[in-house]
C-alpha cells in the first residue's frame, strides 16, 4: 500500500513538472522589447559591416570584402522577421509607422537589399569604380530605407 507521504510526493512532483512545462512553452516568443533591441542590433552590425567592407574593397581585399556581404545579405533576410505587429512602439525604436503601412514596400527593400548584397560579391573584383558601386549598391539601399522607414536622429 502506497502512503498518503508517496502520493502527495507524487502530486508535488506532477505539480512542478507542469508548472515548468507551462513556463517554458510562455517564454519560448520573444518580448517585444527582445524584437525591438534585435532588429536595432542588426541593423547596427550592417552598418559596422558596410564600412569594414568600405574599408577592406579600398585595400583590394576582395575575400574579406565578399565575407562581409554575406553576413550582411543574411542579416537583411533576418530583418523580415523583426516587424510583427506588436512591435510599433517603445525600447526607444526608430521604426516609422510607414513600414507597417507599407509592409510589402519595405519587405521588398529587406530583399532587394539582401540580393544586392549578392550581386555586389559578383562584380565588386572587377568594378572600374569600387567607390562608386558600393554606392549604388549598398549605401543606396541604407539612404532608400531610412528616408522612408527611420526617424530621422
Not at 6 to 11: A, G, P, Q, S
Not at 56 to 66: L, M, P, Q, R
Not at 117 to 126: C, D, F
Amino acid at each position: 500500500m502506497i502512503s498518503k507521504y508517496i502520493i502527495n510526493l507524487i502530486k508535488y512532483i506532477f505539480f512542478i513538472l507542469a508548472l515548468i512545462t507551462f513556463s517554458f512553452s510562455a517564454n519560448s516568443e520573444p518580448s517585444v522589447e527582445e524584437i525591438i533591441k534585435g532588429r536595432k542590433a542588426l541593423f547596427s552590425k550592417n552598418y559596422s559591416t558596410a564600412k569594414k567592407v568600405q574599408t577592406f574593397a579600398s585595400k583590394g581585399d576582395f575575400e574579406k570584402v565578399k565575407s562581409l556581404m554575406i553576413e550582411m545579405s543574411e542579416n537583411y533576410k533576418s530583418l523580415l522577421e523583426y516587424f510583427p505587429e506588436n512591435s510599433k512602439e517603445g525600447f526607444k525604436t526608430e521604426s516609422l509607422p510607414a513600414i507597417w503601412e507599407n509592409k510589402d514596400e519595405f519587405n521588398n527593400l529587406m530583399t532587394k537589399s539582401s540580393n544586392d548584397m549578392i550581386q555586389l560579391t559578383k562584380i565588386i573584383e572587377t568594378s572600374d569604380d569600387v567607390k562608386g558601386t558600393l554606392g549604388k549598391l549598398m549605401w543606396a539601399n541604407c539612404k532608400a530605407c531610412h528616408s522612408k522607414f527611420r526617424a530621422p536622429h
